[in-house]
């Protein structure tokens, strides 16, 4: 069955849940919030939905119910590799349900015929300067298909908010196509100074990658394929998929909402970490002239710290314990580059840094999260330009971003519009709060 059809399934099931809590609980208190979180960023205010993902602070992620060895576990595969197809990934992220081989290669078939991006875009992404961050040319890239959205014609022409959903996820599907060439365009035009190769109809979506980008080896599509998966959702509050479901939810189209969420992700507290990181490492093994002793990566943690600078890679807004996403890559990394200079690096850090943060006693999650060690695997496979793993980590992040937003359409999720106060407003309710009574 289509993936198409299968949602349609599911959605009048999900709007009478929702309907039926709204209308019964709709007074129940979920959280209470305090000046601080207020003012902290509204850190862990209990305050958005989503079905698709779910950090445990203490497990870390679940993709519908499903820990990351659960979900390696499960999918279907592609003859002979380790890691499964991202099209049966993404019809678990948007079903909810694992998909047979079946279901997954229907996505991957949805998604090759969809794969084609108007040469025009390759255009207006080249014609950048040289100097251009790749994640400004795939934000870019990505509006300079906007014309195409589905949803927005179908809006212009009149429709049914029960029929929102429909063409969002013709435009997700679209764009989760198309989006691998562009990242591939970006690549082989900046730091290769030729084209990239058309998508491969015998390859599936993550080999498709490996073979534009001109990785073509079995290991690198397998990191492709395990790299997307692994970067798809981290339920909804990170800056990258918030920033799409607030723009989406003025029901701007997908193209729209996802270039925002990419300029979000570029933020060195979220999605550049993956590049920050990959420098640290650089520095430290230009320092030391090698891989450090223990007492020497101490010494120089503490030096990044005493500078003001955080440790990119370490410390979560959720998470408390090691990012299940970064021990998933440690793994991958014993398995195919146990002896790689970088990799050892990455290992003792992981060893060393923990231990620094928790002395110094501000970090409230000390440990690595996915980003301390991904460009590591990427730069073992000959992709050393660390300014484009961001890009990298958008690709599997559309997958997530784009599940969501199909489902927000299909929930009739309403304009996302908090409400602000003034300090002094604060003030009042901060003498009121603290008065005897
Ligand atoms: N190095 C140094 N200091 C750190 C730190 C780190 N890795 N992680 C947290 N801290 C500091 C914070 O800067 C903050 O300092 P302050 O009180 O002087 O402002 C203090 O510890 C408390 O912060 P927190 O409540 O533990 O973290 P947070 O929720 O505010 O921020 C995060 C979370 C990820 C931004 C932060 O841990 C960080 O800056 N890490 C490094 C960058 C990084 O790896 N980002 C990627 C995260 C994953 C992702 O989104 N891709």
Not at 7 to 19: L, T
Request: a negative charge; proline letters at 7%.
């Amino acid at each position: 069955m289509k993936i198409k059809d299968k949602f349609a399934e599911k959605v009048p099931e999900w709007r009478e849940r929702v309907r039926k809590l709204v209308k019964d609980y709709g007074d129940v208190k979920v959280d209470e919030v305090t000046i601080s979180q207020v003012y902290g960023g509204m850190r862990n205010i209990k305050s958005l939905v989503t079905d698709i993902s779910y950090v445990d602070p203490n497990e870390g992620i679940r993709f519908r119910g499903y820990t990351i060895p659960e979900v390696l576990e499960k999918l279907p595969k592609p003859p002979g590799a380790k890691y499964p197809y991202v099209g049966g990934l993404y019809y678990l992220l948007l079903i909810g349900e694992i998909p047979t081989e079946e279901d997954a290669l229907e996505v991957e078939q949805e998604w090759k015929e969809r794969n084609d991006v108007p040469e025009y875009v390759c255009g207006v992404i080249n014609r950048m300067p040289d100097d251009t961050h790749p994640i400004p040319q795939f934000s870019q890239g990505i509006l300079a298909l906007q014309r195409n959205s589905k949803f927005a014609k179908r809006y212009q022409e009149g429709m049914n908010r029960d029929e929102y959903w429909e063409p969002m996820l013709e435009d997700s599907l679209d764009l989760t196509a198309k989006v691998t060439s562009i990242a591939a365009c970006i690549y082989r035009h900046k730091y290769k100074g030729d084209e990239a190769p058309p998508p491969d109809p015998n390859l599936d979506y993550g080999a498709n990658f490996a073979h534009m980008v001109g990785i073509p080896t079995k290991e690198y599509e397998e990191l492709s394929r395990l790299y997307f998966l692994l970067h798809s959702d981290h339920e909804s509050g990170n800056v990258s998929a918030h920033t799409a479901h607030l723009v989406a939810s003025a029901l701007s189209d997908i193209y729209f909402s996802f270039s925002a969420a990419m300029n979000g992700l570029a933020g060195p507290l979220h999605g550049l970490a993956n590049q920050e990181s990959l420098r640290w490492l650089m520095d430290v093994l230009e320092k030391f002239n090698g891989v450090p002793s223990k007492e020497e990566l101490e010494g120089f943690a503490w030096d990044t710290l005493n500078s003001g600078l955080v440790i990119p890679g370490y410390g979560h807004g959720v998470l408390r314990k090691t990012d299940p996403r970064f021990s998933t890559l440690l793994e991958f990394g014993k398995q195919y580059m146990p002896d790689d200079k970088l990799f050892k690096l990455a290992n003792l850090v992981y060893d060393v840094v923990p231990q620094v943060l928790m002395e110094q006693g501000k970090a409230k999650d000390p440990w690595p999260n996915v980003d301390a060690i991904s460009g590591v695997l990427q730069y073992h496979y000959g992709v050393k330009e660390f300014d484009f793993y961001t890009v990298l980590f958008g690709i599997g992040r559309l997958l997530g971003v784009s599940a969501n937003i199909v489902w927000a359409r299909a929930l009739g999720q309403p304009l996302e519009r908090p409400k602000s106060l003034t300090t002094q407003m604060l003030e009042e309710i901060a003498i009121q709060a603290k008065e005897p009574a």
